[in-house]
């Protein structure tokens, strides 16, 4: 998908190295109104401002490529997976409407 995104200029060349280095692209359809969303997964052991901001920007990114991809509307959402985020990275992901997750991480 992202060699035809190049292609058909949907993307630039800096944006595909962006995207190319997502950690994880989920598809659903969001259940409240069934709108097909695609998430763009950051995961990090802390979630910091960086990883919201980076989130954000790949959805964004997710969003058109899979609209053009498909030929209608989806809807990108940033997500950050960690196992604690910092209170910027709360705030930013507020303000930005980025999808925060806890998971636990047991160490060895």
Known sequence: MLDEAEEKG???APEISDLSQV???IEAIRRSD???????V???AVGDR???ERAA?????LQR?????RGSGVVGIGSVAARQFTQGARKLASARGVLLKTFPIKLR
Request: hydrophobic share 45%; net charge neutral; glycine share 4%.
């Open 34 to 40: 069934t709108q097909p969303v695609v998430l763009a």
């Open 50 to 52: 960086v990883d919201v």
């Open 65 to 69: 490529l899979y609209t053009r991809h």
């Open 57 to 61: 920007r790949r959805a964004v990114l």
């Open 10 to 12: 949907y993307l630039t």
């Open 23 to 25: 950690e994880g692209v």
């Open 42 to 44: 950051e995961v990090s």
